[in-house]
């Protein structure tokens, strides 16, 4: 297979990264991760655009335009004949000897990228999944799709500890989102998520979610959820690039409403297959 080192395609093996690389050592970078339904990328300029406004936030240039950047990711998608995967791009502040500062504009960005075959998750989005509460403690810039993913990875593993497909993050009393995913509530037939401010990542499927639920008239509703009333929803579900629509059936081990998915849920998930075929 090939891979995107900076702006070549090269074969896997032929990649060299450094030990000083930014994003080995501090996190100091950011990603994207972008589907591929039937070879082709689903919402590849939100993700693009996204990709260069995380850059611009820790004030790391891409030196490509974004046709260009687009072109090459295509480019890639093309050489490995993706048909139903991803494909994960990121872009370091580059290698330099160890120093927290900046370097000085001389050291280029790294930029690297491959793609994975994947298939939809099928069986979660048909019977649902548990998920777990977990403390969110990550930093106040979740807007920005870093590197720095320990908070989620701590959160996510005690989820996966106790069984559960993810974590249902939140700060005190407020539910925020989850470890890699948007959440969602619904009740009395409006749908209440967090709205896009720097406790989030705005995700790409959460803006296709909600012009789904303007589509199917299912009013919105984005402020923060209390953990308190969490139960008091009737359905509930978690969105991403990889999970498209998954719905929460069981929270902490007790059942949420029936425990099973809702019919708001799969009137979403209807509305979303539709814009991927
Ligand atoms: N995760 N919130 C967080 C914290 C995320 O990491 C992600 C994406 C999302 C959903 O965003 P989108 O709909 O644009 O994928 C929300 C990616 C897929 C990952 O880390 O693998």
Redesign the pocket.
Known sequence: TWVLWNDRLVKDGDIQLSKEDRGYQFGDGIYE?IRVYNGSMFTATEHIDRFYESADKIKIVIPYTKDVFHKMVYDLIEANEVTSGQVYIQITRGATPRQHQFPTNTVEAVLTAYTKELQRPVSEMTNGVSVKTVEDIRWLR?DIKSLNLLG?VLAKQEAYEDGCFEALLHRGDSIT??????MYGIKDGVLYTHPATNL??N????RVILACCEEIGLPVVEEPMSLASVFLNEEFFM????SEIIPVIMINGRKLGKGLPGDWTQKLQTAFEAKIN
Not at 239 to 242: F, L, Q
Request: net charge neutral; with cysteine; charged share 10%.
């Open positions: 991760v979740c989620s989102e989850g470890s890699s995913t948007n989030i990542l995700g790409i499927t959460r969105s991403s690039t990889t």
